[in-house]
């Protein structure tokens, strides 16, 4: 089994408030900093109750060519205290795609890309 296979599909009913929201730049400098914020829940907030809420958040980055996925950031929010969303500085030297995973605890994984050019 592939972990692709665990990932619910992007058109079903509650993405509104799991699929993650990357927001980041089109296009990068090599080697110079960057910002970007995934929200978990931005189009309709998530409930985060003790019952219902985000477990993690993580993003990764895949360059074109080879080289392999590599982590970027993992958030943990405080469950029904924590706003499921995470901001930070990233900066990358080739072109490639930004991954955002998140868990929720209900309704399982979730998943979001955004090609990113560099010049």
Not at 15 to 21: G, N, R
Not at 43 to 51: A, G, I, K, L, S
Not at 63 to 80: I, K, M, N, S, T
Request: glycine share 8%; charged share 25%.
């Amino acid at each position: 089994m592939a972990l692709g296979e665990f990932i619910t599909p992007p058109d079903r009913e509650g993405k509104e408030k799991h699929v993650p929201v990357i927001h980041a730049p089109a296009s990068a400098k090599a080697g110079e900093w960057f910002e970007v914020t995934v929200v978990v829940g931005e189009e309709v907030p998530h409930p985060n109750t003790p019952e219902h809420h985000i477990t993690w958040i993580t993003v990764f980055y895949k360059e074109d060519g080879p080289r392999p996925v590599y982590e970027l950031a993992h958030f943990r929010p405080a469950g029904v205290v924590g706003d499921p969303r995470v901001s930070f500085r990233a900066r990358v030297d080739k072109p490639g795609t930004l991954i955002a995973l998140e868990h929720c605890n209900i309704h399982g994984l979730w998943d979001s890309s955004q090609r990113l050019e560099v010049a």
